[in-house]
T-cell receptor, first 113, second 116 residues
Framework: DAGVTQSPTHLIKTRGQQVTLRCSPK?????VSWYQQALGQGPQFIFQ???????QRGNFPDRFSGHQFPNYSSELNVNALLLGDSALYLC????????????FGPGTRLTVL | RKEVEQDPGPFNVPEGATVAFNCTYS??????FFWYRQDCRKEPKLLMSVYSSGNEDGRFTAQLNRASQYISLLIRDSKLSDSATYLC?????????????????FGQGTTLQVKP
């Protein structure tokens, strides 16, 4: 049973560019949440997708957007990259109504130069 | 004030020691609490949920004090493999009365280094 997978593992971009990160949830899960983890900090909630819609959003600007596909996989898009966007981006999957245990993927480490 | 606050440490302890981590949260109506463990450059992994009555899993004991909005984690007989960052996590979503939307709020994490 595959766990949560994310791609790519690492990414280097320059300021102003756009990036797309991908996540496949754990088998049987239908809800995907995205988090940003800066160095030395705990993860910060970006948003959550369920039934292909953004269900809840954290305190992140509109440059951060996402999408969920019919197979429950998800993308995180960040436009107009800033140096401060450099972080580990974590995807977590869970089931609706199945308690709130979230299983995290290995993350994508984004470096913005 | 941060929603979830932890002492970042680091805590440096010898093998076999008992170590305790504390955490406070600001939303008094929060209903769901966890400890996650994160190894260096890896993803967080659920260590244990925290219940009002307190709960134990082997060498690990978690306690919740709702009146003080305080969560603790006790590790007994520390092993080298316990070296990691321990994240205190709160899910405030139940507080609104809505269904659980799964937004997790993490503390900064407490770093534990167990020495031989």
């Amino acid at each position: 049973d595959a766990g949560v997978t994310q791609s790519p593992t690492h990414l280097i971009k320059t300021r102003g560019q756009q990036v797309t990160l991908r996540c496949s949830p754990k088998s049987g899960h239908d809800t995907v949440s995205w988090y940003q983890q800066a160095l030395g900090q705990g993860p910060q909630f970006i948003f959550q997708y369920y039934e292909e819609e953004e269900r809840q959003r954290g305190n992140f600007p509109d440059r951060f957007s996402g999408h969920q596909f019919p197979n429950y996989s998800s993308e995180l898009n960040v436009n107009a990259l800033l140096l401060g966007d450099s972080a580990l981006y974590l995807c977590a999957s869970s089931t609706t109504g199945g308690g709130d245990t979230q299983y995290f993927g290995p993350g994508t480490r984004l470096t913005v130069l | 004030r941060k929603e979830v606050e932890q002492d970042p440490g680091p805590f440096n302890v010898p093998e076999g020691a008992t170590v305790a981590f504390n955490c406070t949260y600001s939303n008094s109506a929060s209903q769901s609490f966890f400890w996650y463990r994160q190894d260096c450059r890896k993803e967080p992994k659920l260590l244990m949920s925290v219940y009002s009555s307190g709960n134990e899993d082997g060498r690990f004991t978690a306690q919740l004090n709702r009146a003080s909005q305080y969560i603790s984690l006790l590790i007994r007989d520390s092993k080298l493999s316990d070296s990691a960052t321990y994240l205190c996590v709160v899910n405030p979503s139940w507080a609104s009365g809505s269904s659980n939307t799964g937004k997790l709020i993490f503390g900064q994490g407490t770093t534990l280094q167990v020495k031989p």
